[in-house]
């Protein structure tokens, strides 16, 4: 089956750095998202994207579907931003979820 | 927005219990989902349902495990003879189609099995 890959599995962030979260698939596939979970445990959906790059605010997201990566850029990164970040990739009718990283940002 | 909700948000059951968890998807979408995710671990796969049947299922879904569509807006997910380790986060999602679509999970419903 299809295998998540994430990198960093944690980052500590100060206050107001950017960063760059990765996320590496083993096969094609026709679905990607990233995800944020917060301290509650909800599941947020920043962005789908299968291919391409998008932006929202503060945060933006490139998929390179051919070379089987997407990377999640966060600038700008705020305490509200801790959490975990988790990239799923579908290959059919299943979703596939990366370990995530655990981001914390400092004030 | 339209959104996925579930019910209980939290639920304590006795091992050995049945439990069922329910979902209202987002009302025109034909895909069902549900995950689990044990405290700390990651977002695990557990069954794809479509046209009132599963389209796909993980080796986590076993005969404990059920389905259900018992009306045109509820999906439920029930887990008989519940053992300690079912104690996760299990979330219900939804998409419009099966595939290259965005796929919206719920809040997310706790099971504490004691």
């Known amino acids: 089956g299809i295998q998540v890959e994430q990198s960093p599995p944690d980052l500590i962030l100060q206050e107001g750095a950017n960063s760059t979260l990765r996320c590496n698939f083993s096969?094609?596939?026709?679905?990607l998202q990233w995800f944020h979970q917060n301290p509650w445990g909800q599941l947020i959906n920043l962005f789908y994207i299968p291919s391409g790059t998008k932006q929202n605010g503060r945060l933006s997201a490139t998929t390179v579907a051919t070379e089987r990566y997407s990377l999640l850029y966060i600038s700008s990164s705020q305490t509200t931003d801790s959490g975990v970040y988790f990239c799923?990739?579908?290959?059919?009718?299943?979703?596939?979820f990366g370990a995530g990283t655990r981001l914390f940002v400092k004030a | 927005e339209p959104e996925v909700t579930q019910t209980p948000s939290h639920q304590v059951t006795q091992m050995g219990q049945e439990v069922i968890l329910r979902c209202v998807p987002i009302s025109n979408h034909l895909y069902f989902y549900w995950y689990r995710q044990i405290l700390g671990q990651k977002v695990e796969f557990l069954v794809s349902?479509?046209?009132?049947?599963?389209?796909?299922k993980s080796e986590i879904f076993d005969d404990q495990f059920s389905v259900e569509r018992p009306d045109g807006s509820n999906f439920t997910l029930k887990i008989r003879s519940t053992k300690l380790e079912d104690s996760a986060m299990y979330f219900c999602?939804?998409?419009?189609?099966?595939?290259?679509?965005?796929?919206?999970f719920g809040e997310g419903s706790w099971l504490t099995v004691v």
């Open positions: 096969d094609s596939v026709n679905n």
């Open positions: 349902f479509y046209n009132n049947e599963i389209s796909e």
């Open positions: 999602a939804s998409s419009a189609t099966g595939a290259g679509n965005t796929i919206y």
């Open positions: 799923a990739v579908s290959g059919g009718f299943k979703t596939i």
